[in-house]
């Protein structure tokens, strides 16, 4: 039988009961897990600068801009070298990193046709991440005329260590608006699909529909109130109870 919006609008008010305590349930879970064992971790992020070379042959302003990108993608890998990554590490202590877990936690990025860098690091305390993002900029531009020999990159934005960041992994008010969609959705979906395998007939309307006939009678559904309720009146309305006298 095929159902209308309205049929499906009259079966979510029936059940709405269930789907407000399933999300009431969900939602609280979420809140509470939120709190106690979700870890917020934040992220901290900085810009270099790669500047045109000074002393490339004379041509035209977009050969100095093409060797700038090209150094671009060989300055990303430096800053996650060893040798960058082991002077961090020795000279930052207080980080109590090592060369593989920084090398993990620092994320390099570069848009095309752009001579910017960006640097990103996550931790779950926001200062130290922030340190982390400054000492290995820092660490790559003073070591980069050694390395390279040349001297055509700026700090553009150092990462603020006084900044006030949402955590990266969302917090608890987005997590429970995630678990009120998420759990909305979920208990739709069952009520729905349980009302799709139920063949059941619950009405004249749907018996005629489904067997093409019209409905002569119908039985109600009888309760236990019904039953003692007509008990009662059966000893009203039937014989009373006689004496015979000699």
């Known amino acids: 039988m095929e159902k209308t919006i309205l049929d499906y609008i009259h079966l979510i008010k029936k059940r709405l009961w269930l789907i407000t305590v399933f999300v009431l349930i969900s939602c609280a879970t979420t809140l509470y897990v939120s709190k106690n064992f ?5 992220s901290a992020s900085g810009q270099l600068l790669v500047n045109n070379i000074a002393n490339v042959p004379a041509g035209s302003n977009l050969n100095e801009l093409n060797f700038s990108l090209n150094l671009i993608e ?12 082991k002077e961090v590490v020795a000279e930052h202590p207080e980080f109590g990193l090592t060369q593989e877990k920084l090398r993990k936690k620092l994320e390099i990025k570069s848009s ?26 820092q ?35 987005m997590n429970i608006v995630i678990s009120f969609v998420v759990s909305l959705m979920a208990a739709l979906g069952i009520i729905l699909l349980m009302e799709t395998l139920n063949s059941t007939l ?8 489904e067997i093409g006939l019209p409905v002569i009678a119908s039985i109600p559904a009888i309760r236990k109130r019904d039953l003692s309720k007509g008990a009662g009146l059966n000893e009203r309305v039937g014989e009373g109870t006689y004496a015979a006298a000699k």
């Open 202 to 209: 619950r009405s004249e309307k749907e018996a005629e529909i």
């Open 74 to 85: 060989s300055y990303k890998e430096i800053i996650k070298s060893p040798t960058i990554l």
């Open 38 to 42: 979700v870890v917020p971790v934040y």
């Open 112 to 137: 095309d046709k752009s001579q910017v860098i960006n640097l990103s690091v996550e931790d779950e305390n926001y200062i130290k991440a922030a340190g982390i993002v400054n000492a290995v900029s």
């Open 139 to 173: 660490t790559f531009i003073r070591s980069l005329p050694s390395l390279m020999k040349l001297d055509n990159v700026t700090l553009l934005t150092p990462a603020d260590p006084a900044n006030k960041p949402v955590a990266a992994n969302a917090g608890i008010l």
